[in-house]
T-cell receptor, first 114, second 111 residues
Framework: ETGVTQTPRHLVMGMTNKKSLKCEQH?????MYWYKQSAKKPLELMFV???????ENNSVPSRFSPECPNSSHLFLHLHTLQPEDSALYLC?????????????FGEGSWLTVV | GQNIDQPTEMTATEGAIVQINCTYQ??????LFWYQQHAGEAPTFLSYNVLDGLEEKGRFSSFLSRSKGYSYLLLKELQMKDSASYLCAVKLGSNTGKLIFGQGTTLQVKP
């Protein structure tokens, strides 16, 4: 248990569906992140939120839409995805700026687009 | 661009010592992380180096040389449960948790 909870753990969706991934952190952190982990590829940063404000969008297609209503919750809204978007989506949180702090990851949401 | 290299796979024997290397070339540097990730699970934090030298934590140690853009993770007294992927990641900025990851090293520990 890392203090970062993601739901659902597994999701299968069609290319025309709309679904959302949810992340909640219980660590009192002020920064949250979405990462994507595809097979045979390094973890890729998608979005960064500091104090609920998006500070980075790493050239992510608009079919992925993040939402951060407060410092503890982060959503990733999904619509009209492609099969190549099938991957493990990881949420993470940290306290910034603190030197030597740890970034904690959730268990991830396995997404399959059919 | 950002580049982090680590071997794709390694195999070692239970009870032995293994060293996983990581080299990096990044636009910024504010520390290097090592994470362990078992199949189907979240990455879990192992170590963090921001200054040159060796950090020891039980069976795990991590070394950093900033001038060489090099780090390694040393695992001693290997156990079967150490079979996992080991991820090297560089923190780019001082006020952000943005990490750039290597592709990960899959370690298989054999009896």
């Amino acid at each position: 248990e890392t203090g970062v909870t993601q739901t659902p753990r597994h999701l299968v969706m069609g290319m025309t569906n709309k679904k959302s991934l949810k992340c909640e952190q219980h660590l009192g952190h002020n920064a949250m992140y979405w990462y994507k982990q595809s097979a045979k590829k390094p973890l890729e940063l998608m979005f960064v939120y500091n104090f609920k404000e998006q500070t980075e969008n790493n050239s992510v297609p608009s079919r992925f839409s993040p939402e951060c209503p407060n410092s503890s919750h982060l959503f990733l809204h999904l619509h009209t995805l492609q099969p190549e978007d099938s991957a493990l989506y990881l949420c993470a949180s940290s306290q910034e700026p603190v030197v030597g702090n740890t970034i904690y990851f959730g268990e991830g949401s396995w997404l399959t687009v059919v | 661009g950002q580049n982090i290299d680590q071997p794709t796979e390694m195999t070692a024997t239970e009870g032995a010592i293994v060293q996983i290397n990581c080299t990096y070339q990044t636009s910024g540097f504010n520390g290097l992380f090592w994470y362990q990730q078992h199949a189907g699970e979240a990455p879990t934090f192992l170590s963090y180096n921001v200054l040159d030298g060796l950090e020891e934590k039980g069976r795990f140690s991590s070394f950093l040389s900033r001038s060489k853009g090099y780090s390694y993770l040393l695992l001693k007294e290997l156990q079967m449960k150490d079979s996992a992927s080991y991820l090297c990641a560089v923190k780019l900025g001082s006020n952000t948790g943005k990490l750039i990851f290597g592709q990960g090293t899959t370690l298989q520990v054999k009896p």
